[in-house]
């Protein structure tokens, strides 16, 4: 799994630098969120890439991760949506995890699974919180 899960994500790397088509308009990814209000202004200043795409057939993941550092320790934070774009029984289903040195062999620090399985609809956003590391990776499959 660990090296299926590299693959993906490089995959991923590539397929984001490439640019990426969008989305049929019944599972279009919401748009990315508007500047922060002055109610939010300690967010604003973490370091946060914009919103990213993954696409596979049957499914969808929309995500973006934020960084930030506390008495020089680093914290990493993602957030996400999914899609199940095929009525056909299955789920799309996301590993998420945070992790030092993603491409000089994981040092995980968090990792969980999500699911997905309403066709008419995406995810309500998922927000891991902050945890140890310096990386957010994200891989969706079909279950």
Excluded at 20 to 43: C, D, H, I, K, R
Excluded at 44 to 51: F, H, L
Excluded at 76 to 83: D, E, K, Q, R, T
Excluded at 110 to 118: K, V
Aim: with cysteine.
């Amino acid at each position: 799994m660990r090296s299926r899960k590299r693959i993906v994500l490089a995959a991923a790397g590539l397929v984001l630098a490439g640019g990426l088509a969008a989305a049929p308009a019944a599972t279009a990814a919401p748009a990315a969120p508007s500047a922060p209000s002055a109610g939010n202004v300690a967010a604003a200043a973490n370091k946060c890439s914009g919103w990213k795409e993954i696409h596979i057939t049957g499914g969808a993941a929309k995500y973006m991760e934020c960084t930030k550092k506390v008495n020089g320790k680093s914290y990493v934070s993602g957030a996400f949506y999914l899609w199940d774009t095929k009525r056909d029984g299955k789920a799309v289903q996301a590993y998420a995890e945070t992790d030092y040195n993603h491409w000089y062999g994981d040092d995980v620090t968090w990792q969980h699974f999500y699911g997905w399985a309403d066709d008419t609809h995406g995810s309500p956003k998922i927000s891991t919180g902050w945890q140890r590391g310096n990386d957010f990776g994200l891989v969706i499959d079909l279950k």
